[in-house]
């Protein structure tokens, strides 16, 4: 079956630095995404791996391991306003459909 | 904005009635999702349209269609409407059904069943 799992809450103080965890067991992969979603609005692009690795992008990293079926999302020198949903979702090969785990509520504190 | 248009931005709407919620992708994007974000809930993928035609179908209810006009815009159709239908619904557009790029979302739909 397909499954994504990620925490369902979490607490950091600004300035410092956060892991999102996903893990995930779909029927195949073709690529790993993450999203921001603040409440009430629209899901926006964090990130994209489809290879083994950290991609960095300014404050946010992402990584993926493959054969381990996990990836995180680390968020750098935390501000307020990145208290949101962060939201994992994986691509498969079958169908190029993205399955979506319930997201991680990050909520940060001064 | 992500060039995503979804009218109307909120419905409040009694059991029973139906609804028409409309999205325009970005200019040139072929391919539409529509999904359903019940409260504190992740998003669940209802159905896809590439280019006029259903590409694939999530946990859509019977009670619920879609489509994808020649001018690529898309409706959704939701009839019946029980309480437990109140939700956002987002509409997410991409150029093609399989690339590399991500999907822009829309604002939503919040709709709200009496």
């Known amino acids: 079956g397909q499954n994504i799992d990620q925490p369902t809450e979490m607490t950091a103080t600004e300035g410092a630095i956060v892991q999102i965890n996903c893990t995930y067991q779909?029927?195949?992969?073709?690529?790993l995404f993450w999203y921001q979603q603040h409440a009430g609005e629209a899901p926006t692009f964090l990130s994209y791996?489809?290879l083994d690795g950290l991609e960095e992008k300014g404050r946010f990293s992402s990584f993926l391991s493959r054969s381990k079926g996990y990836s995180y999302l680390l968020l750098k020198e935390l501000q307020m306003k990145d208290s949101a949903s962060y939201l994992c979702?994986?691509?498969?090969?079958?169908?190029?459909?993205?399955?979506w785990g319930a997201g991680t509520k990050l909520i940060i504190k001064p | 904005d992500s060039g995503v248009t979804q009218t109307p931005k909120h419905l409040i709407t009694a059991t029973g009635q139906r609804v028409t919620l409309r999205c325009s992708p970005r200019?040139?994007?072929?391919?539409v999702y529509w999904y359903q974000q019940s409260l504190d809930q992740g998003l669940q993928f209802l159905i896809q349209?590439?280019?006029?035609?259903?590409?694939a179908k999530g946990n859509i209810l019977e009670r619920f269609s879609a489509q994808q006009f020649p001018d690529l815009h898309s409706e959704l159709n939701l009839s019946s409407l029980e309480l437990g239908d109140s939700a956002l619904y987002f509409c997410?557009?991409?150029?093609?059904?399989?690339?590399?790029?991500?999907?822009?979302f829309g604002q939503g739909t919040r709709l709200t069943v009496v």
């Open positions: 200019s040139g994007d072929l391919s």
């Open positions: 349209y590439y280019n006029g035609e259903e590409r």
């Open positions: 997410a557009s991409s150029p093609w059904t399989g690339d590399d790029t991500e999907a822009f």
């Open positions: 779909t029927s195949g992969f073709n690529g």
């Open positions: 791996n489809v």
């Open positions: 979702a994986v691509r498969e090969d079958s169908n190029y459909q993205l399955i």
